[in-house]
Structure formats: structure tokens, C-alpha cells
């Protein structure tokens, strides 16, 4: 029976979405065994978009649509997961990917078998497919931190294959964060960052939707060469090369962290001030990512003031 059913709410930031968004949101209602909701926050389209929502809400009677204004996918994804009504799960969406009819079924399958009085994560695979649908490949493995301040520099899962639960989203919302302006921060590092500090995390290989690449997509969507040439040009653009959280962290969620960790938000957050700071966390053995070419410019980040 469908009273039977967990309901999903699906958050989404839509923006100038008209051509392909209806087709996302078909493949999020034909998903298997859950009850969908959607809350969809338009992030100042200038095309069509909200028309097409609207025709969409018509069709399927539960989508939240909030008009706001540009401020950026990050916040708006924010915005988005605040008000997003109650439900047993959440999960993020893009606006231009294809789902698997079993991708929340199989997640909420996994996090079932947990405590769900903590903050629990769930993530998968995903195929990397052409913009006609053709396959490229999987796009990630099991990247997760091996410690809690190696989950201040690895940005491990995409927000278009987490499903979190209640606790989680009562812990992402109990402090929106401050994104600064100009800089490229993303909800999926700020999520999985304090879902893996607060909760408990869960993988499965599998790929459980279509990651579709476009000619003219702006990020690398997991293409490791991509990645590298993006972040040599910003390097020598004098661009950030890394998120740095520890400023939210500390003023949102310091309880969470014992004293050490703590002193080490402190001199994260203000390293560009000192030194001693700088080299303290240079030579963190904890401060590091999963290879060492990736170590290496992370520290290298620190270095000549790119890490945020």
C-alpha cells in the first residue's frame, strides 16, 4: 500500500533548465516503491523554466516551486533543503540527469539498516553518459576521508547521488552557511564535509543514475585531467584551489569537535594570518587527500594562501 511507502523528498535548484528539466523530474516520479516529493527552487531563470515546473506540478500535484533570485547553485541548494517539507528522506537533484528507477530504493534499503537517530549519508556510483545518452563509464569509486580532517580537503561525493535522512537534514539546516562571494563553493563538498563529521556515511558501487556531460559543462563531473588543468589555471589566476569550511564549522557546529580538532579549524581558518599555522597544517599527517599528487597540491595550497 502506498501509506506504506517512505517518502523522498527530492530538493533541486533549477536554473535556465527549460530543455531538459522535465525529463530529470520524469525519471524522479517513476522511481520504484517510495513517495515522491519535490521542492524546486528557480534560481532567477531567464527562460522558460518555471512555465515548464508549473505544466510538471499539474502532472504530478507535489512539487514545492520557489521563484527566487540568481545567488548561485550552492546557496540555492541551501535555500532549497530549508524549506523543504518533512519527509523520511532526502535527496538531492540536478536539474539535466537521468535516474535509475531504483536509485532511492536501494539507498533507503541501506540506511534502513542503521540507527536512524543519527545523521546518516548514502552514495553511489553513477554512469558518465554523452548528451545523447551514449556511455562514457563510471565516474567514481569509494573516495571517502580516512579521518575527520581529511574530510576538510576531499571533496568525496556529488550531490546528485546522496539520500540522506531526517537527522541529517536537521543537522544541514540548523546553520546555513556563509559562502563568500566570488569564490566556487558547492553544497555537495559543505554536505558530505558535515555529514561524515556529525553522522555515519555509506557507499555502493554501483551506478544508480545517468551523469550526463555536456560540450559546455562547467565543471569536470569527475574527469581527473579536467580537475588538474582547472586547478593549474586557477593557481596561477590566483584563484582558491580548495573549499575552506573551517570558518562555518566552528561558527555552526563546534560542539562536534573535540580540542584538537578544533585548533585545527582555528589555524585552518585563519592560516593566511600566521605562519605557524601554515606550517602546522603543511605538516598535519591527517591533512590529506587519497594520492600523494593530490597531497602534494593540497599542501602547496596552503603554501601560497589557495586553500579558500
Not at 539535466?96 to 531504483?102: Q, R, S
Not at 569509486?141 to 546522496?162: E, F, H, W
Not at 552557511?177 to 555537495?188: A, F, I, L, M, R
Not at 580540542?259 to 603543511?282: A, G, H, P, T
Given at each position: ?24 523530474i520524469d525519471t524522479i516520479y517513476r522511481q520504484k516503491n517510495v513517495r515522491i516529493i519535490m521542492v ?182 569527475g574527469n581527473i585531467i579536467l580537475t588538474h588543468k582547472r586547478k593549474i589555471k586557477d593557481f596561477f ?72
Amino acid at each position: 500500500m502506498e501509506s506504506d511507502l517512505k517518502t523522498v523528498c527530492v530538493v533541486m535548484s533549477a536554473y535556465n533548465g527549460e530543455k531538459y528539466i522535465k525529463r530529470q523530474i520524469d525519471t524522479i516520479y517513476r522511481q520504484k516503491n517510495v513517495r515522491i516529493i519535490m521542492v524546486v527552487r528557480d534560481d532567477g531563470s531567464t527562460d522558460n523554466t518555471i512555465g515548464v515546473l508549473k505544466e510538471l506540478n499539474n502532472k504530478y500535484h507535489t512539487i514545492q516551486i520557489i521563484e527566487g533570485e540568481n545567488v548561485g547553485f550552492a546557496k540555492s541548494f541551501c535555500k532549497a533543503l530549508k524549506a523543504a517539507s518533512e519527509a523520511d528522506y532526502y535527496a538531492f537533484s540536478d536539474q539535466d540527469d537521468i535516474w535509475h528507477d531504483d536509485k532511492l530504493i536501494k539507498g533507503i534499503t541501506e540506511l534502513e539498516k542503521h540507527n536512524s537517530e543519527k545523521p546518516l549519508l548514502f552514495y553511489s556510483n553513477r554512469m558518465s553518459v554523452t548528451e545523447n545518452l551514449e556511455p562514457i563509464g563510471p565516474v567514481s569509486k569509494d573516495n571517502r576521508p580516512t579521518s575527520r580532517i581529511g574530510a576538510l580537503c576531499q571533496n568525496y561525493v556529488a550531490g546528485c547521488v546522496m539520500l540522506f535522512n531526517r537527522a541529517a537534514k536537521e543537522i544541514l539546516t540548523k546553520y546555513e552557511p556563509n559562502y563568500p562571494e566570488g569564490k566556487y563553493w558547492s553544497h555537495d563538498f559543505w554536505t558530505g564535509c558535515l555529514l561524515f563529521i556529525t553522522g555515519e556515511v555509506y557507499y555502493s558501487d554501483e551506478c544508480l543514475m545517468d551523469y550526463v556531460r555536456y560540450d559546455n559543462s562547467v565543471s569536470s563531473g569527475g574527469n581527473i585531467i579536467l580537475t588538474h588543468k582547472r586547478k593549474i589555471k586557477d593557481f596561477f589566476y590566483g584563484k582558491a584551489l580548495y573549499e575552506n569550511h573551517a570558518h562555518n564549522l566552528l561558527a555552526g557546529y563546534s560542539e562536534y569537535f573535540d580540542d584538537y580538532e578544533k585548533e585545527f579549524l582555528i589555524m585552518l581558518r585563519d592560516y593566511k594570518k600566521n605562519f605557524k599555522y601554515k606550517l602546522r597544517i603543511i605538516f598535519n599527517k591527517d591533512f590529506e587527500r587519497q594520492n600523494l599528487i593530490g597531497t602534494i597540491a593540497l599542501k602547496s595550497a596552503v603554501l601560497f594562501n589557495r586553500f579558500g
